[in-house]
């Protein structure tokens, strides 16, 4: 059984930082593309950084990149999402999610194909 589950969720100001934290257990496969999606009421789950488990690829959302550094702890099965320099445009439920293939980090971001969820953690930042 896999599962992931988040924390570190929550509010700040504009400008400020929020940490996720995502901890996976049960997945076996040697090298997975792990990840952080968002999504609001209004518009469609939308990817904001992957990595793969042995770090070769990383990728993220123009809308993050320079802010949200996404990193992992492989001995923890963790994954971290850093959320600095935050804007109310980042308010979403954000989701960690899990791949056992590690190519689903390459390209255009492809929730549909994702395997694995967490339950999600509400950011909310706000002016």
């Known amino acids: 059984l896999v599962q992931l589950v988040e924390s570190g969720g929550g509010s700040a100001q504009a400008g400020g930082s929020l940490r996720l934290s995502c901890v996976v257990s049960?997945?076996?496969?040697?090298?997975?593309?792990m990840g952080w999606f968002r999504q609001t009421p209004d518009k469609e789950r939308e990817g904001v950084a992957r990595?793969?488990?042995?770090?070769?690829?990383?990728s993220y959302a123009d809308s993050v990149k320079g802010r949200f550094p996404i990193s992992q702890d492989t001995a923890k099965n963790a994954l971290y999402l850093q959320m600095n320099s935050l804007k109310p445009e980042d308010t979403a439920m954000y989701y960690c999610?899990?791949?056992?293939?590690?190519?689903?980090?390459?390209?255009?971001?492809?929730?549909?194909?994702?395997?694995?969820w967490g339950q999600g953690t509400q950011v909310t930042v706000s002016s």
């Open positions: 999610a899990a791949d056992p293939r590690s190519w689903l980090c390459l390209g255009e971001p492809r929730p549909s194909m994702v395997e694995f």
């Open positions: 049960g997945m076996t496969g040697s090298n997975n593309c």
């Open positions: 990595i793969s488990t042995d770090g070769r690829w990383v």
